[in-house]
């Protein structure tokens, strides 16, 4: 092998043949040994895109019906809430027109106690009432009379509200006698007995009232039986 | 001339000729073409055995891509001549392509075996050759000269223009290569080092470009020539060797 300079750059040689043959060695590989399965992985993969748009028409299909069926879901379940409103919605009304009925028949009852309990506090502070106001008049008949009258008086008071029968009544002015009833006849046996006299009447709150008609109530109850009249209770008694 | 002194300098600086048995062989644009040839084979290899239809690579991208743009320009023409063509011009594209950016590999100095009128003739005579061929296949003796015969008198014109074919590709692509590796040596002759620097990175980037585009550029005129000497689909035979000379006729 001698190294010669080249002649002529646009003549060919003997390099030719060389070039021509690895060309062709080349194309013959691609053309054997890739592009076949080139192409193979090509169809194989429009085969798979294929597959998955024909998946994909029939998922779509799928999709469609199951909308159109979720449509139908849909409605009916909106038509069974709806129903189920409307029973709901019943229901309410029977139950409120039930509770309002047994709210006033319950109410009716409250109120009703309370005016008993009304009546019967009145009942009581009227006593009471009737009780110092004897009381009262007793010490001051005592002031007037003097201990020993007030005690020869006080058991012919005893004596003549004690009595058995009318006719032993004459001792009593007929007017007073009229105006004798047992709560007055209770209050002179507690005025003779010994023992403490309440100076005050202690509210009570009423069962089955609210708290602001209690108060209400207690402050009824502190007020005088009689308006603008004030009991003192003579020191005497309580002795 | 400086043109004359550059151009003879050049040349001796980018092919080293030597005598093998006898014959002159350019040992540069022989050992460029076997680098081309080995990185061409080893992709080869490499897409052989890692062809994936699932999830294909970059290459495999790449060199579907190319198929794919050459069978939509093949045109109308029967399935056998399509994968040939197909094959001659897919090959031709990356052969050109690696052969012409071949000298970019750092570290072993090759040159452009395209710069050599040899590698370009090669590729045009087996281009050529791989047309007349394929024409005589689906077209049959009679009708592949028939189709060079009529109107008889234009024969001579066809049979110049078909000798001047290949050697259009060839000197078409051998002088944008070879000019441009002229240009190089130009800037790295006549400019200082340093100053070179720039001209030549820019003058590279556009040699990579210009590969690029000659690559295509005979790929796609090996189409078109495939594409003029073949009968159509629709009026060629259904297999290549059953019925020659059916084809249409192409002016």
């Known amino acids: ?239 | 001339m400086p043109t004359q002194i550059v151009a003879t300098d050049g040349i001796g600086d980018l092919h080293h000729a030597v005598q093998l048995f006898g014959l002159t062989v350019q040992l540069d644009t022989a050992v460029s073409t076997a680098v081309t040839c080995l990185v061409l084979l080893t992709a080869a290899v490499y897409l052989h055995f890692r062809i994936s239809v699932g999830r294909p690579r970059m290459l495999q991208v790449l060199v579907q891509t190319t198929v794919r743009a050459v069978e939509g320009s093949t045109g109308p023409v029967v399935e056998w001549a399509r994968r040939r063509v197909v094959a001659v011009a897919i090959t031709l594209f990356w052969f050109i392509l690696v052969a012409n950016w071949v000298h970019l590999i750092p570290g072993l100095s090759l040159s452009a075996p395209t710069s050599d009128i040899n590698l370009t003739l090669a590729l045009a005579l087996v281009v050529i050759f791989a047309v007349h061929a394929t024409a005589a296949q689906a077209r049959g003796w009679r009708g592949y000269l028939r189709h060079y015969l009529s109107p008889w008198w234009l024969a001579p014109v066809k049979l110049l223009q078909e000798l001047i074919k290949p050697v259009t590709l060839a000197l078409r692509l051998f002088g944008v290569i070879f000019s441009s590796a002229i240009m190089l040596l130009l800037i790295d002759g006549m400019l200082p080092p340093a100053v070179a620097v720039l001209p030549h990175a820019l003058w590279t980037l556009f040699d990579v470009f210009i590969g690029a585009v000659q690559a295509f550029i005979f790929a796609l005129l090996t189409v078109l020539y495939f594409h003029a000497a073949l009968p159509t689909a629709a009026l060629a035979p259904a297999t290549g060797t059953a019925q020659r000379g059916s084809g249409e006729e192409r002016s």
């Not at chain 1, 040689?13 to 080349?26: N, Y």
């Not at chain 1, 139950?95 to 506090?121: P, S, T």
């Open chain 1, 1 to 239: 092998m001698t190294t010669t300079a080249m002649e002529n750059f646009l003549v060919p040689d003997a390099t030719l043949f060389i070039e021509m043959f690895a060309f062709s060695l080349v194309l013959f590989a691609v053309a054997k040994y890739v592009l076949p399965r080139l192409r193979t992985a090509v169809e194989a993969r429009q085969i798979e895109i294929q597959a998955g748009m024909a998946k994909a028409a029939e998922a779509e299909q799928l999709e469609q019906a199951a909308e159109v069926e979720a449509g139908l879901v849909v409605g009916r379940a909106r038509h069974e809430a709806a129903d189920i409103t409307e029973q709901a919605r019943v229901v309410r009304d029977a139950i409120l027109v039930e509770g309002r009925r047994d709210g006033r028949a319950e109410y009716e009852w409250m109120a009703g106690r309370a005016d008993r309990e009304m009546a019967r506090r009145e009942e009581q502070l009227r006593r009471q009432f009737e009780l110092r106001a004897t009381k009262a008049a007793v010490a001051a008949v005592g002031q007037l009379v003097g201990p020993a009258d007030l005690a020869r008086l006080t058991a012919a008071i005893a004596e003549a509200l004690d009595a058995p029968t009318q006719s032993r009544r004459p001792q009593v002015p007929a007017s007073a006698a009229r105006r004798v009833t047992p709560a007055s006849r209770t209050a002179v046996a507690r005025i003779i007995s010994p023992g403490p006299v309440p100076t005050e009447i202690v509210a009570q709150p009423m069962q089955g009232r609210d708290e602001t008609e209690s108060r209400s109530s207690l402050w009824r109850e502190q007020e005088p039986a009689v308006p603008g009249v004030t009991v003192e209770l003579p020191k005497v008694l309580h002795s």
